[in-house]
């Protein structure tokens, strides 16, 4: 009679006391694992590395876009106060110093041992692949010298 007892109350079978201990089992291994991965500093470090390395990225393309952004609105204000003979007198310039740029560039070249020129190579893709922001910033530059100098000459 004890025994029917405990079979009424709800005494598990083997077999449900097979699936439990197996249920505990993956449970139990789920637990050590995230504990594992709790204790494995080097992971989390390269984690929370990588993670700082993204926002660095975006953070750089995002003020470099901001930078261009403003270097051409600066440009356009210049070129849109400046007379037409600053304009042309900045045209003649920017000819002039292409031309001598060039020259020097060829010079360099002629004389420069060749891990350098390789490095400068390196530079020079950088600047092409920058060229728009670069040319505006020093066109607004040549022209913002060349006004402050016509107003000078007129005092």
Not at 56 to 68: F, G, L, P, T, Y
Request: net charge positive; charged share 30%; with cysteine.
């Amino acid at each position: 009679m004890t025994n029917e007892r405990r079979t009424d109350i709800g005494t598990p079978a083997p077999h449900e006391l097979r699936e439990q201990v197996e249920h505990t089992r993956e449970e139990l291994g789920r637990t050590i694992e995230a504990l594992a991965g709790k204790a494995d500093v080097k992971a989390q470090a390269r984690g929370k590395a990588e993670a700082v390395k993204e926002r660095a990225v975006e953070k750089a393309a995002q003020v470099s876009d901001q930078i261009r952004a403003k270097a051409e609105q600066a440009a356009h204000l210049v070129a849109d106060k400046a007379p037409a003979p600053v304009a042309d007198r900045a045209a003649q310039a920017s000819s002039v110093v292409a031309h001598a740029t060039l020259r020097a560039g060829q010079l360099a070249a002629e004389k420069t041992p060749e891990p350098v020129r390789q490095k400068a190579g390196q530079a020079a893709g950088a600047a092409r692949a920058n060229r728009t922001p670069l040319l505006v910033a020093g066109t607004a530059l040549l022209v913002f010298l060349l006004v402050r100098r016509s107003r000078r000459l007129c005092r």
